[in-house]
Nanobody
Framework: QVQLVESGGGLVQPGGSLRLSCAAS????????MGWYRQAPGKQRELVAY???????TYADSVKGRFTISRDNAKNTANLQMNSLKPEDTAVYYC????????????WGQGTQVTVSA
């Protein structure tokens, strides 16, 4: 069982920055794919970025060049640095832990609100 706890959300002005963190419990973190998703009101949840333990990160086109995902396997954390924020980035951001250990697993955090507004 893996528990994910997000932090770092809040209210920021357009053009500002926020850093989200996801702390994971459990021993499978280092072999898992860590992802950040977001869901805006009235919209479906969408992938923002993900990072595996071996490959370069992958980003949604809407955040390329502005967001950076990283992970620290020693600390069991995954982070999302968000720069040049826009009002359309407003959403609840969720951390996801995905992998396979005998069977496929997918765990979600509780979400953290990011609001970009003047």
């Amino acid at each position: 069982q893996v528990q994910l706890v997000e932090s770092g959300g809040g209210l920021v002005q357009p053009g500002g920055s926020l850093r989200l963190s996801c702390a994971a419990s459990g021993s499978i973190f280092s072999s898992s794919t860590m992802g950040w998703y977001r869901q805006a009101p009235g919209k479906q949840r969408e992938l923002v970025a993900y990072i595996t333990s071996r490959e370069a990160p992958t980003y949604a086109d809407s955040v390329k060049g502005r967001f950076t995902i990283s992970r620290d396997n020693a600390k069991n954390t995954a982070n999302l640095q968000m720069n040049s924020l826009k009002p359309e980035d407003t959403a609840v951001y969720y951390c996801n832990c995905l992998g396979f250990a005998g069977r496929k697993y997918s765990y979600w955090g509780q979400g953290t609100q990011v609001t970009v507004s003047a």
